[in-house]
């Protein structure tokens, strides 16, 4: 058959018919209640419920309730109109469609439904409501009196003063609520898909637990008012009870990677998934166990590397803090990085002449300290530290040293190797109490590679 509606397109032949509306767009659904008329309406796009009064005509029309999503199916009676809406519902079609109304005669707009299911093809006589309802899984009809205060409360619910992220189950929700009808009567809460609480008196502020699991939480607070009209708001945050996980890089003895006082250290943050993402990166150091800590790179990357320069003889330490957007924490260990001192620190020597390289050479500050004949010594006093150590030569003419620490022989080392290696760490020892400590290498003169050359001396603070 013909569908109830009327879509005019050129002017009626019959002078009894009146035109109400003259637009490009498609206007259909139409009702009527005495002298005012209300229609489903597409010229902006989305449908809208527009309505025309006889006695005090606009051309066109005039929406009832502008919205930017889609209004259909509306009902007049009197100066009350009835539609189904799609404001609280995120996608087209979505599950939670609601009945709206409108008070012509005062602009009050009532929000008829507040299931989360669908309610649609509403109807009004004489200010009673009636529609179809998906909330018990199968269609039913529902109905309910407009009289009096059909205006629901307002309120709002912000989860921890509104912040965007929590490490916490635990949350305070800061809350507003009031009724300029019947009065505010009653409030509940519900997590996500949970079941509501009971009905309760306001408050300002309430302790609130979110539900378990990691990801985004929504909080739903719903009021109702004395004439029983009611309004679900809600707020959302993301719960990450899982820290970051903070790790370095560092050379043990500067040496190791640098021919010059100023080193490389790296470091990198893992994140647990899901995650609220880092806040900051920040990496700090200090000249020894005793020092304050100091910080050196602040709000940087998840990962990274910077030079560091340090100074002869001081020993650093290392950590990185890093700090996710829901406050989660984490300290890496602490790294440490020795510079040694230039060879030519020492007490006393027989034979381990001075050798100072071109500017290319990959030696410690470009120079070492070396002996070629059996015998010759080299001792340093090494004053409160908690380590000492050597740096060599290591290459083909390279030989072995007898080491003596505090007068006593602790053991041989050998230097000798088919290249020639640069810095190398050929002896370290270390000690539970800071003490000063006397170091000396003998040279063997190993027969065929006889030299040994002492590059650094390590000192642990």
């Given at each position: 058959?013909?569908?109830?509606?009327?879509?005019?397109v050129?002017?009626?032949?019959?002078?009894?018919?009146?035109?109400?509306?003259?637009?490009?767009?498609?206007?259909?659904?139409?009702?009527?209640?005495?002298?005012?008329i209300?229609?489903?309406?597409?010229?902006?796009?989305?449908?809208?419920?527009?309505?025309y009064?006889l006695?005090?005509?606009?051309?066109?029309?005039?929406?009832?309730?502008p919205?930017?999503?889609?209004q259909?199916s509306?009902?007049?009676?009197?100066?009350?109109?009835v539609?189904?809406?799609?404001?609280?519902?995120?996608?087209?079609?979505?599950?939670?469609?609601d009945?709206?109304?409108?008070?012509?005669?005062?602009?009050?707009?009532?929000?008829?439904?507040?299931?989360?299911?669908?309610?649609?093809?509403?109807?009004?006589?004489?200010?009673?409501?009636?529609?179809?309802?998906?909330?018990?899984v199968?269609w039913?009809?529902?109905?309910?009196?407009?009289?009096?205060d059909?205006?629901?409360?307002?309120?709002?619910?912000?989860?921890?003063?509104?912040?965007?992220?929590?490490?916490?189950?635990?949350?305070?929700?800061?809350?507003?609520?009031?009724?300029?009808?019947?009065?505010l009567?009653?409030?509940?809460?519900r997590?996500?898909?949970?079941?509501?609480?009971?009905?309760?008196?306001?408050?300002?502020?309430?302790?609130?637990?979110?539900?378990?699991?990691?990801?985004?939480k929504?909080?739903?607070?719903?009021?109702?008012?004395?004439?029983?009209?009611?309004k679900?708001?809600?707020d959302?945050?993301?719960?990450?009870?899982?820290?970051?996980?903070?790790?370095?890089?560092?050379?043990?003895?500067?040496?190791?990677?640098?021919?010059?006082t100023?080193?490389?250290?790296?470091?990198?943050v893992?994140?647990?998934?899901?995650?609220?993402?880092?806040?900051y990166?920040n990496?700090?150091?200090?000249?020894?166990?005793s020092?304050?800590?100091?910080r050196?790179?602040?709000g940087?990357?998840?990962?990274?590397?910077?030079?560091?320069?340090g100074?002869?003889?001081v020993?650093?330490?290392?950590?990185?803090?890093?700090?996710?957007?829901?406050?989660?924490?984490d300290w890496?260990?602490?790294?440490?990085?020795?510079?040694?001192?230039?060879?030519?620190?020492?007490?006393?020597?027989?034979?381990?002449?001075?050798?100072t390289?071109?500017?290319?050479s990959?030696?410690?500050?470009?120079?070492?300290?070396?002996?070629?004949?059996?015998?010759?010594?080299?001792t340093?006093?090494?004053?409160?530290?908690?380590?000492?150590?050597?740096?060599?030569?290591?290459?083909?003419?390279?030989?072995?040293?007898?080491i003596?620490?505090?007068?006593?022989?602790?053991?041989?080392?050998?230097?000798?190797?088919?290249?020639?290696?640069?810095?190398?760490?050929?002896f370290?020892?270390?000690?539970?109490?800071?003490?000063?400590?006397?170091?000396?290498v003998?040279?063997?003169?190993?027969?065929?590679?006889?030299?040994?050359e002492v590059?650094?001396?390590?000192?642990?603070?």
């Open positions: 058959g013909t569908p109830n509606y009327r879509e005019a050129r002017p009626s032949p019959d002078p009894a018919e009146t035109r109400i509306t003259n637009q490009g767009a498609k206007q259909n659904g139409p009702d009527v209640s005495g002298r005012k209300v229609w489903t309406d597409y010229r902006s796009g989305p449908r809208n419920v527009y309505y009064d006695d005090a005509p606009i051309v066109n029309g005039t929406p009832v309730d919205q930017s999503t889609t259909y509306a009902r007049i009676s009197g100066d009350l109109v539609w189904t809406d799609w404001r609280n519902t995120t996608y087209p079609g979505g599950a939670n469609t009945i709206y109304g409108k008070d012509l005669s005062s602009g009050s707009v009532i929000q008829v439904t507040t299931n989360t299911k669908k309610q649609i093809q509403p109807d009004i006589d004489d200010g009673r409501v009636v529609w179809a309802d998906d909330r018990a199968h039913d009809i529902y109905t309910r009196e407009l009289d009096g059909c205006v629901p409360p307002n309120g709002s619910v912000k989860i921890r003063n509104g912040s965007a992220y929590t490490r916490t189950l635990a949350v305070p929700l800061s809350l507003t609520g009031n009724d300029t009808g019947s009065g009567d009653r409030v509940r809460y997590n996500g898909n949970s079941s509501w609480g009971p009905w309760q008196s306001f408050a300002s502020s309430k302790s609130w637990t979110l539900s378990s699991g990691d990801g985004t929504v909080v739903f607070y719903g009021l109702k008012d004395k004439a029983g009209n009611e679900v708001v809600s959302h945050i993301v719960l990450d009870t899982k820290k970051p996980t903070a790790r370095m890089e560092t050379p043990f003895v500067s040496t190791r990677i640098s021919k010059t100023k080193f490389k250290v790296k470091w990198w893992t994140e647990p998934t899901p995650s609220s993402g880092l806040e990166v990496v700090y150091y200090r000249p020894s166990t020092a304050k800590w100091r050196w790179q602040s940087t990357a998840a990962s990274g590397e910077a030079y560091f320069s100074k002869a003889g020993t650093y330490y290392f950590r990185t803090l890093a700090v996710d957007n829901a406050h989660n924490w890496s260990k602490t790294y440490k990085t020795i510079v040694p001192f230039n060879e030519g620190i020492y007490k006393s020597k027989t034979g381990f002449g001075g050798y390289k071109s500017g290319k990959q030696n410690f500050l470009t120079s070492v300290r070396y002996s070629q004949t059996a015998g010759n010594t080299l340093y006093k090494l004053y409160n530290n908690v380590g000492i150590g050597l740096v060599v030569t290591k290459g083909p003419a390279m030989g072995r040293a007898h003596y620490v505090d007068g006593k022989y602790l053991r041989t080392v050998d230097a000798h190797s088919s290249k020639t290696k640069a810095r190398q760490l050929i370290y020892k270390g000690y539970t109490t800071k003490g000063t400590h006397e170091l000396k003998v040279n063997e003169g190993t027969p065929g590679h006889a030299r040994f590059d650094a001396v390590l000192v642990v603070r």
